[in-house]
Nanobody, 123 residues
Framework: GQLVQSGGGLVQPGGSLRLSCAASERTFYMYNMAWFRQAPGKEREFVAAIIWSGGLTRYADSVKGRFTISRDNVKNTVYLQMNSLKPEDTAVYFC?????????????????WGQGTQVTVSS
């Protein structure tokens, strides 16, 4: 199945954006979902993850209190609401899927990936 991302773009510091990631697979509800990001010259890093039921989430310390991950298992979509954006949030953001009984945050354990979407925070 495919993961198709939307959202992103250019926003001023302090602004907000919402990323969406739609899955074509009907078994979407069985997957844990996560967002990762990669800035130029840097390694891909974990941002947020949500377990298949939506009942558990994890966040990187750098985004806690500012970003919220959520999912709609009827619409087969996961979201990343990003508030109080900072220039250091600038990166390409990727959604990903992992079918495992625990909520993991290591990118190499995620088997499905979206196409990536650019988020630029700049005045």
């Amino acid at each position: 199945g495919q993961l198709v991302q939307s959202g992103g773009g250019l926003v001023q510091p302090g602004g907000s954006l919402r990323l969406s990631c739609a899955a074509s697979e009907r078994t979407f509800y069985m997957y844990n979902m996560a967002w990762f990001r990669q800035a130029p010259g840097k390694e891909r890093e974990f941002v947020a993850a949500i377990i298949w039921s939506g009942g558990l989430t994890r966040y990187a310390d750098s985004v806690k209190g500012r970003f919220t991950i959520s999912r709609d298992n009827v619409k087969n979509t996961v979201y990343l609401q990003m508030n109080s954006l900072k220039p250091e949030d600038t990166a390409v953001y990727f959604c990903s899927a992992d079918r495992w009984h625990e909520l993991r945050i290591e990118s190499e354990q995620y088997t499905k990936w979206g196409q990536g979407t650019q988020v630029t925070v700049s005045s």
